[in-house]
């Protein structure tokens, strides 16, 4: 499998429909779209983690949610549950930036500009993000150094296979 990983810079006024239009998007070219709110990602290689694990879980038949993306989502927020994995990564009313993964290998580009998006993957950067989104307490975060902050997210992810 393969898919492409990016960030925009957006505000989302109404998830449910963006989320809509990004589905029907997905089904015209047979592609699967994650999308997240980017304060929950921790760098590119969090975003790339989770995919990877969510492909892995697919290919295995180990999957528990019904689809790659939302398999993504639960392991990008380091959840077991998917209503857990929305409350926690998915997109909100005001989101500004969004962590885009398309599965199976459709065009990001594509998808940027029939959205009306602007590519901006420094939404993706750790930096000045909180923890958590990710499930860490504002006392547990202080005792991280913040060049480790983009480690224990790639922590959650791994944690995920764990918990299932």
């Known amino acids: 499998m393969t898919f492409v990983v ?14 809509a239009r990004a589905r029907r998007w997905g089904s ?3 592609a699967d779209v994650l999308l997240a709110d980017a304060r929950a990602v921790f ?3 969090h975003l790339i983690s989770a995919a990877l694990h969510a492909e892995r879980a697919r290919s295995l038949a180990r999957m528990t949610a ?3 993306a939302l398999e993504a989502l639960l392991y990008l927020s380091g959840r077991r549950q998917v209503a857990d994995a929305i409350r926690s990564a998915g997109l909100r009313g005001k989101t500004k930036g969004v962590a885009i993964v398309i599965f199976d290998g ?3 580009d594509a ?9 901006d993957d420094t939404t993706l950067d750790a930096r000045g993000k909180s923890l958590r989104l990710l499930g860490i307490g504002s006392r ?14 790639l922590e959650k ?3 995920v296979d764990v918990l299932k």
Do not use: Q
């Not at 998808?111 to 590519?119: A, D």
């Not at 547990?140 to 997210?153: K, N, Q, V, W, Y």
């Open 157 to 159: 992810v791994a944690l």
């Open 66 to 68: 019904r689809s790659v």
């Open 106 to 108: 459709a065009d990001g």
């Open 111 to 119: 998808f940027l500009r029939s959205m009306g998006w602007t590519r």
């Open 140 to 153: 547990e975060e202080t005792t991280i150094p913040p060049g480790s902050r983009p480690d224990l997210a």
């Open 43 to 45: 760098g590119r290689d």
């Open 28 to 30: 015209d070219h047979g």
């Open 6 to 19: 990016a960030g925009a810079r957006t505000t989302i006024e109404d998830p449910e429909s963006v989320l």
